[in-house]
């Protein structure tokens, strides 16, 4: 009896042991397969423009491109593929302008294009630093607040990205997401810093630095930076209502050069083709050309009121 009790509980074990590395075996197999599909959906993703941005990551001017256009707004979009598409509106620029205006008209074009698309990025993301240094005084009450309560830096910031708006909201986010992964508060606050450029941010950037650093009175350096803050915003939007008058004469120089250039072809197609081939030509094209680059320098540095 105690043998067949035995000889049962062997089988009974035997099974479950049966049971258990089908199971295993399974589980193994279900998982191989999972990670197959990821590698062939990973491989699918790595295309030609993955691989331009990983080499853009090397290069000082492209991770310039990726921060700006972060700083705008659109992290999402891939370098490589924004300088690809950048070149080709300025090419099809140039192809639509040649038959109408000659070469010189079609480089300018293309160079219109390019300085066009430059200018917009950097207009967006001037706009979205408006935006978010508008916002720093109520960002440096809410870490003084989390301070106050006893709360470390990284968890004040995700406590104040989940109390603002854009673009505060996000921008602060990446900031607590990037500490979650390992990176100092320093590292993130330059990220940020590189993203967003102003005096601003760098003040208070520099504060959290210090303060996670070496310590400090975190909780009056806040207040203090938020009332100054607060005071500042309220002198840049004067000084800006002030001197729009004088930018956008900046912008009537640029405008009219290139519109000088236009008339002439307009009137006389080909004659700019004709200037450069001819040493005088060259001479009064290098000429006005510098003369409208100094007046448009000018009139801007005329304009900048540091504040």
């Given amino acids: 009896m105690t043998l067949l009790l035995v000889a049962a509980g062997l089988v009974v074990t035997l099974l479950m042991a049966a049971a258990t590395v089908a199971t295993l075996a399974n589980n193994a197999e279900i998982e191989r397969r999972i990670v197959e ?16 941005d990983e080499r853009l990551q090397k290069v000082r001017w492209g991770r310039r491109l990726q921060a700006l256009l972060a700083g705008s707004g659109l992290p999402a979009w ?3 593929m924004f300088l690809v598409a950048t070149a080709t509106a300025s090419v099809v620029a140039g192809l639509i302008v040649l038959p ?13 294009v390019m300085v066009a698309v430059r200018s917009w990025l950097e207009r967006r993301r001037r706009q979205r630093v408006d935006r978010f240094v508008a916002q720093l005084p109520e960002l440096a009450r809410l870490l003084a607040n989390g301070a106050s309560a006893g709360l470390a830096v990284r968890r004040s910031l995700e406590m104040a990205a989940d109390e603002m708006p854009e673009p505060a909201k996000s921008e602060v986010a990446q900031v607590s997401a990037e500490m979650a992964l390992g990176r100092s508060l320093r590292q993130a606050l330059d990220s940020l810093s590189n993203r967003l ?7 208070l950037v520099q504060t959290l630095s210090i303060q996670g650093r070496a310590g400090g009175a975190l909780i009056t350096a806040l207040s203090g930076i938020g009332t100054t803050l607060e005071e500042r915003r309220r002198l840049r939007r004067e000084v800006v209502t002030s001197t729009i008058g004088a930018q956008f004469s900046g912008y009537t120089v640029i405008f009219l050069a290139f519109g000088a250039v236009a008339l002439m072809n307009a009137f006389s197609p080909g004659v700019v083709d004709e200037m450069i081939t001819n040493l005088i030509g060259q001479v009064v094209l290098l000429v006005a050309t510098g003369l409208f680059v100094f007046g448009y320098l000018l009139v801007r540095r005329l304009a900048k009121v540091e504040v």
């Fill in 37 to 52: 599909s990821a590698e062939m959906d990973g491989k699918k993703r790595v295309g030609v423009f993955v691989r331009l």
């Fill in 78 to 80: 891939s370098p490589s």
């Fill in 100 to 112: 109408l205006f000659g070469r010189a008209t079609a480089v300018l074009a293309v160079v219109i």
């Fill in 197 to 203: 450029p102003s005096r601003e941010l760098s003040v």
